[in-house]
């Protein structure tokens, strides 16, 4: 568990040497509390008193990294209950699942389905993180075929190497050494040879427990067979126990420091009801997984998934403004149009996702107004045409820009008049009043 | 080892909410836990959902939603019947949204004689919802609680510029009071406490701390709904034990991503399943931010987001 300041001075030199940066070792302390600086800085620590340290101020979930180079996700690290108390941290995984059973064609199409699930919104790529490979034939063979076709398929792709049989997850493991896989399917009865098997391929270790109690044994026994990479599966599947089991798990890693839970968590939520599935993984996006399994990854399903998990782990410090800036949408020109609107980020969400769709590169200018949308910010004087026509000529957009001609919010139609005087040699366009407007307004520009 | 369940312990607890009509009652809240932990306290009463009709047709709503009620969407009574009858609907939320001075500006006694219609007609409590504006609900909602009388219901929406108009009206006719501030947990308590202040019972107040659709805000709805809840529960803040209500289809059947078909957004794959999903997604995650009470558009989402609550209770 995470040391005092005054814990973590006791461990110090005390000698307020001053070498670390800070005026006494007190000071120093107080800032490794917070996490905010690097034992290192301390010269003459001991090794035993940096050993003690380093255990304590291990992150409560441990990172562990899923794949290898580009495309690899990482996990763990959170450390909160609740995003308002701080970001959530590493997105929650999501991986379709494929059984050794399915037929080529479904197996080929789940294949490009990942492939080709990346979708952009709101400046970030979004996309079906990795593969699980599900060995439901209990067949070594079967279950290598499968491993070849997706090692041959999806070479960058995240794969999850699912099987209780240790035959089987030793044929396909084979297939994904070094792609800092997760080899997923560690019981009480073939922990050791699981073990075995994932230090070689370096891959990560997936414990399959029964329950809480169960879970916490497993995972002291993989350490003790060497492996500290761990993924956990309680056994949840049901709804009403993924709340509960991930609940507990997330509390007691960062409330209690139980580090025989601080390992990300793996939950299974496959159901033949897809809209009941997407619900299940809306779920594990909100309540602490960090890897949900599903059955398929249909296009609109990708969208509601990406977009929640999107929204989750959006930091909920920062104000719900934007800079005042003018944006670059697209590769805007010296003859594309220019837009201005207030800093509310849903308003500048909205609008910059509206032009992207209408893939009319624009200029667009936010202006500052406190957070204001563009109502708002009229009636509370903030979003006026001499605000406007001040913003502008300071914003230094004249010249990127062609012809003088500035499109305002329909809403604010009243202030064009105004601001022609104020903009002098401007040409004041009245825009659409609501932002799904927006494309078909640009395409007839 | 074993591992030692670390149980959280709760000090407060929701105001259990019902309303009824004739023998058919709906009841929310109630839980002294957070949403769904019924592994270490009580989470009994399953979020309710109410349809939402319209007393004007649904022009403004997308295509795929409108085919759903293209037999009854210019009638409200019908309307009504059909989501009760068919749908099976546990509660309804009637819209005013015709008396909107853009949308009609239907007067206060034509309201008042569509939702005097309705009620003659149904036999499921009622949601009476104003157009959202701010002068024309204070008029109308005021209207609509003494036809109402006979039938309590809830009514809404109370804000702070119309609430002490509208929560007098509700007061005198028993109804109990939907009370909305825009995503800002003191804001939401201010309104509480100035609504108890003038003599509201506490009891009868549902939260709507505004909602926000998938993708368009809703993380921000979804944290004001969990720090409400934290702040009942935990610290028992008695001016926010109110249950919660997530105002769903309104926000989302508005959005691109339940309009835009995939011959123009092929990445975003098939509508219909698509709009279905968008509103069942937001519902849900409301409830896990601690909405008891969801007004939602699609018979779909709808079922999607019981399936959900089946598994969750
Ligand atoms: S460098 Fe080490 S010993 Fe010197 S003041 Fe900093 S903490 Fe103390």
Known sequence: MALTGVQIFKLLPKTNCKKCGFPTCLAFSMQLAQRKVSVEKCPDISEDAKKQLGEASAPPI?????????????????????????????????????????????????????????????????????????????????????????????????????????????????????????????????????????????????????????????????KGFGVEDLVMDSGARKGKEIIEHNTYIRRAAIKKGNKSVGYPVINFVMRDNEYLETMLAGLGISKYSSIVVLSSVDKWKNLVMF???????????????????????????????????????????????????????????????????????????????????????????????????????????????????????????????????????LKSL | MSFT????????????????????????????????????????????????????????????????????????????????????????????????????????????????????????????????????????????????KDNPCIIGKAQEDNYKTIAAAAMANKHKLIAMSELDINLSKQLNIMLTQMGFDKEKIIIDPMCSALGYGIEYTYTVMERIRLAALMQNDTTMQQPIVGDVGMYVWKIKEVQASEDILPHWGALTPRGIAWEAQTACALTMAGAGLLIMRHPEAVKAVNAFLDEMM
């Open chain 2, 5 to 148: 369940p670390p149980k959280e312990v709760y000090n407060g607890k929701v105001y259990t909410v019902t309303i009824s009509k004739g023998a058919k009652a709906v009841t929310f809240g109630g839980e002294n836990v957070l949403p769904f932990h019924s592994f270490e306290g009580e989470f009994v009463n399953k979020p309710v959902i109410a349809y939402e009709i319209q007393d004007i047709a649904p022009s403004e709503w997308p295509e795929q939603l409108r085919q759903v009620y293209a037999a009854v969407g210019d009638d409200t009574v019908k309307w009504a019947k059909y989501v009760q009858d068919e749908l099976k609907a546990e509660a309804i939320a009637l819209r005013l949204q015709g008396t909107h001075p853009d949308s009609g500006n239907r007067s206060a006694d034509d309201a008042a004689k569509t939702v005097k219609a309705v009620l003659d007609n149904i036999d499921v409590p009622l949601i009476i919802l104003g157009s959202n504006n701010v002068e024309k609900d204070a008029e109308v909602l005021v209207k609509v609680s003494e036809v109402a």
């Open chain 1, 62 to 222: 441990r990172p562990i990294k899923l794949g290898s180079g580009d495309s690899a996700v990482s996990m763990g690290e959170e450390t909160v209950l609740f995003r308002h108390d701080k970001k959530f941290v590493n997105p929650c995984v999501l991986s379709v699942a494929i059984k050794d059973t399915e037929d080529e064609a479904a197996i080929a199409k789940k294949i490009d389905d990942v492939l080709h699930s990346e979708i952009d919104r709101v400046g970030q790529h979004l996309k079906v993180d990795a593969i699980t490979i599900m060995n439901e034939s209990n067949d070594a063979g079967r279950f290598e075929g499968l491993a070849k076709v997706v090692a041959a398929k999806a070479p960058a792709v995240p794969v999850i190497v699912c099987s209780e049989n240790v035959d089987s997850a030793k044929a396909a493991i084979a297939h994904f050494k070094g792609k800092g896989s997760l080899l997923y399917g560690a019981t009480a009865s073939n922990m050791e040879a699981m073990a075995a098997l994932a230090k070689d391929a370096g891959a990560s270790l997936g414990i399959k427990a029964n329950g809480l109690d169960e879970l916490s044994d497993l995972t002291e026994k993989a």
């Open chain 1, 307 to 441: 977009t929640f998990r999107q929204n989750i782990y959006t930091d909920p410090q920062v104000p719900m403004q934007v800079q005042q800036n003018v944006y670059e949408i697209g590769t805007p020109t010296q003859d594309s149009p220019l837009i201005v609107t207030t800093n509310f980020s849903l308003t500048y969400f909205i609008v910059a996702g509206e032009i992207e769709n209408s893939k009319v590169p624009t200029w667009l200018a936010i202006m500052d107004c406190e957070g204001l949308s563009v109502l708002t910010a009229w009636a509370a004087g903030k979003f006026t045409a001499g605000k406007i026509a001040n913003f502008i000529k300071e914003s230094g957009v004249e010249s990127k820009i062609g012809k003088k001609e500035l499109i305002i919010p329909g809403y604010v139609a009243i202030l064009s008049g105004a601001l022609e005087e104020k903009l002098e040699g401007w040409k004041i366009i009245v825009g659409p009043r609501e932002a799904n407007q927006i494309p078909a307004y």
